[in-house]
Nanobody, 126 residues
Framework: QVQLVESGGGSVQAGDSLRLSCATFGLPFSRFAVGWFRQAPAKEREFVAALTYAGGLTFYSDAVRGRFTVSRDNALNTGYLQLNSLKPEDTAVYYC???????????????????WGQGTQVTVTS
């Protein structure tokens, strides 16, 4: 049974940092690209960042580029999202997702992801 489990969310002040983790179980992680999305209240789920299965390419939304960093550790079957210089508008539930094989649309399309985690809440206060 495949599971993706996010952790690392919390309540922080503007300017602080967090590191989100996405532990995966039951899938050959090294063959899967990792994507991160977020959903704020009353808004659609939006793309945040993605990393190819080989780890050679990363993609970011304009809103987070330069502040967030996506990475992976295949030995631990875990993906990460480092969130720096957090802003109140970053407040959302953050989801990780896994897509087998090559990423398309620079990782932005939700439909290409095969598995999703349950989400972790990030709250940023000013």
């Amino acid at each position: 049974q495949v599971q993706l489990v996010e952790s690392g969310g919390g309540s922080v002040q503007a300017g602080d940092s967090l590191r989100l983790s996405c532990a995966t179980f039951g899938l050959p992680f090294s063959r899967f690209a990792v994507g991160w999305f977020r959903q704020a209240p009353a808004k659609e789920r939006e793309f945040v960042a993605a990393l190819t299965y080989a780890g050679g390419l990363t993609f970011y939304s304009d809103a987070v580029r330069g502040r967030f960093t996506v990475s992976r550790d295949n030995a631990l079957n875990t993906g990460y999202l480092q969130l720096n210089s957090l802003k109140p508008e970053d407040t959302a539930v953050y989801y990780c997702a896994a897509a087998e094989g090559l990423l398309t649309y620079r990782g932005r399309k939700r439909e290409q992801y095969d598995y999703w985690g349950q989400g972790t809440q990030v709250t940023v206060t000013s």
